[in-house]
């Protein structure tokens, strides 16, 4: 994408401004969103993507969301179950954060001895047949892998809900205009088989 003398004028600005486009898009990158789903999606926990020198920050950042995550859920447990119970000893106040710890690495431990998985699964469906053995990984990989990595699914419907509804069809009931862009979903798929 570099400019070059034989370039015409319109090439040279549209090279321009899609480097310039690029890098504010790079410079909003969440990447350690990112990492973080990579390294929960069992296809690619290896995180070969990554130098190696930031593939052990990323396990790093992982385990200190699990962390995170422990009280959170503790605390909604004492509200479902009653009255948070007293400690016995002041020995065992310090207790809840080295257990909490003695949890957490363990879990990540477990997932990182598993086999990776072929490209053709599907993280989701690994992550609900696999989450009794790793309960809170599994709630933070839904949360990470369940968004959609892209909006292309969602503008097409409303493209096509706009083709649907038009000038001349603008008195359609929502319902009708649902059913006919489910019609319009069918046939498309009918005629790629």
């Known amino acids: 994408m570099e400019a070059c003398d ?10 321009t401004k899609f480097k310039e486009d690029l890098a504010s898009r790079q410079e909003q990158l969440n990447n350690a969103w990112l990492q973080i789903a990579t390294v929960l999606d069992p296809r690619f926990k290896d995180l070969k993507c990554l130098p190696k020198t930031d593939r052990e920050e990323v396990w790093i950042t992982l385990e200190g969301m699990l962390q995170q995550e422990s009280p959170k859920k503790k605390s909604s447990q004492t509200h479902d179950d009653g009255p948070p119970r007293k400690k016995i000893s002041l020995l065992q106040m310090g207790s809840d954060s080295e257990s909490e710890d003695e949890e957490v690495q363990p879990a990540i431990h477990r997932y990182r001895a598993e086999p990776i998985t072929k490209l053709e699964d599907c993280p989701l469906r690994w992550w609900a047949s696999h989450s009794g053995a790793h309960e809170k990984l599994a709630s933070l990989a839904h949360k990470y892998l369940a968004t959609p990595a892209t909006t292309v699914p969602c503008e097409r419907l409303f ?3 706009g083709h649907i509804v038009n000038k001349k069809r603008s008195a359609l009931l929502s319902e009708n205009v649902n059913k006919l862009v489910c019609l ?4 498309k798929d009918d005629k790629a088989q």
């Open 184 to 187: 319009s979903n069918w046939l």
């Open 6 to 15: 034989e370039d015409p004028a319109y090439v040279v600005r549209f090279k």
């Open 159 to 161: 493209s096509v809900a």
